[in-house]
């Protein structure tokens, strides 16, 4: 079922876009390699793996705040959540 999904978004795509399916494998596997590649910076940076300069230079300053932002606030829920009797 899932191929057929595949199959039949991969048509429309050609179609809309108007180029060789080829070209638009390509792209989609560009493009997700991008997003996974993101993905494993955060959670490389999150678990200490790469430090803070690191994960700037590759995600930049907006994404790393975003990213921090978000940690921080789970750990004040948390934190937040443990002194609640």
Do not use: H, N
């Not at 955060?42 to 921090?68: M, N, Q």
């Amino acid at each position: 079922m899932r191929e057929a999904a595949f199959a039949r978004q991969l048509v429309f795509v050609v179609d809309q876009v108007g180029e060789d399916e080829s070209v638009v494998l390509s792209r989609a596997l560009q493009t997700g390699i991008g997003v996974l590649y993101q993905e494993a910076l955060i959670e490389a940076y999150l678990l200490g793996k790469i430090d803070r300069g690191t994960a700037l230079a590759e995600l930049g300053p907006d994404k790393l705040e975003e990213i921090e932002f978000e940690r921080d606030s789970v750990a004040r829920d948390v934190a937040w959540g443990l002194q609640r009797d």
